[in-house]
């Protein structure tokens, strides 16, 4: 057996192999409501069928300030809650686990006529109050309670990338003198203790494994925070870089290293992505234990049964395991 197909137990939550979708922003909501619609429902169907270990939703807003723009889910309202139990209930129809990044994008987003909101106020940034912070947590809690009552197996924070929960940890960002800068780990131990406790199953969290900036966070500094995450109940790091500065060299696998050095300095599990796009180069990963789950993203925009392709020309797949027209289309590749 090829590890990479082997399943997995994520704090209780079997996946069926140990590759995943990465979570990708599809900006196709409509009328700016942040309610998942046909194309959502199709798409993440297609991505089910190519039979990944997991999905993870695109980042969905906690509250109508989080939306990173105007096309973004969101998952506070009714409408978008009784949306995304169906979406949920679609994509289980094809056995993959899938959760939902709940993402507050903070200073970052490109929303027309909102207030943006941060650590720090700036020309038009609204620096956040006690009374937002608090509210903002309650938006992840209640997001987390959300997301459970549509049926999702896990949920990832969004805490990378340069947005809210990411400003916050960064130096860059947070030059507050009060409690959250501080300890500017602060705001993000008060989401996810909220969203643990919400969401009573699988949390996961993304971070940027390195900010690429000499007065940001340092790779040992991000590390102690993946620690801090595990100790919160988090069940897998993912790890991602970048969202402030450019990110200086990006080529294949130009992430994984950052993945497998959380791993070894935290002991728990970890997932990459990162223009990694070959068979090969999955099955190394998997199997040398640089991560213990690699998630694609644009390999599965461009080909969402990449995976099960692969499977099948490993003689993985039997004509039982598959619709009748996905195996025709199968056998086609011989
Ligand atoms: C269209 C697009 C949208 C993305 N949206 C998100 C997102 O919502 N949340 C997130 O954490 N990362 C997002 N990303 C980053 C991806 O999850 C992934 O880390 C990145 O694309 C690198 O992996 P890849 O080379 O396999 O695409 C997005 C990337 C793309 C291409």
């Given at each position: 057996m090829i590890k990479t197909f082997e399943p997995l137990d994520i704090a209780g939550m079997q996946i069926k192999n140990r590759v995943g979708v990465a979570p990708m922003c599809?900006?196709?909501?409509?009328?700016?409501?942040g309610v998942a619609n046909d194309f959502h429902f199709t798409h993440y169907t297609n991505l089910a069928l190519g039979q990944p270990g997991l999905i993870i939703q695109e980042a969905?807003?906690?509250?109508?300030?989080?939306?990173?723009?105007?096309n973004c889910l969101g998952i506070f309202n009714p409408r978008q809650k009784e949306a995304l139990t169906h979406l949920v209930s679609l994509v289980h129809r094809y056995d993959t686990k899938f959760g939902i990044q709940l993402a507050h994008a903070g200073n970052k987003s490109r929303r027309s006529n909102t207030l943006r909101f941060g650590p720090m106020t700036t020309d038009d940034v609204v620096g956040m109050s006690q009374i937002e912070i608090d509210r903002f947590i309650q938006d992840f809690s209640n997001s987390a309670k959300a997301a459970r009552a549509c049926g999702y197996d896990f949920v990832e924070i969004h805490?990378?990338?340069?947005y809210l929960i990411n400003q916050f940890l960064s130096p860059l960002t947070n030059q507050r003198d009060d409690e959250y800068g501080q300890d500017r780990t602060l705001f993000l131990k008060q989401v996810t203790q909220a969203v643990v406790k919400a969401f009573e199953g699988p949390v996961f969290i993304r971070l940027?494994?390195?900010?690429?900036?000499?007065?940001g966070n340092s790779v040992e500094d991000i590390q102690k925070i993946g620690a801090l995450c595990l100790s919160l109940g988090v069940c897998l790091l993912n790890i991602s870089s970048g969202g402030?500065?450019?990110?200086p060299h990006i080529g294949p696998l130009y992430q994984v290293h950052l993945a497998t050095q959380m791993k070894q300095a935290t002991q728990g599990l970890v997932a990459t992505a990162g223009l990694i796009t070959e068979a090969e180069q999955v099955a190394q990963i998997i199997d040398s234990g640089q991560s213990d789950i690699v998630l694609l993203g644009r390999k599965f925009l461009q080909d969402p049964y990449f995976l099960l392709k692969w499977k099948y020309k490993e003689g993985?797949?039997?004509?039982?395991?598959?619709?009748a027209y996905v195996y025709r289309g199968l056998r086609s590749l011989k």
């Open positions: 599809t900006y196709l909501c409509e009328k700016k409501d969905t807003a906690v509250n109508e300030f989080g939306y990173i723009s105007d805490g990378a990338h340069g940027s494994g390195d900010e690429y900036d000499p007065m402030f500065a450019n990110i993985l797949v039997q004509e039982k395991d598959v619709f």
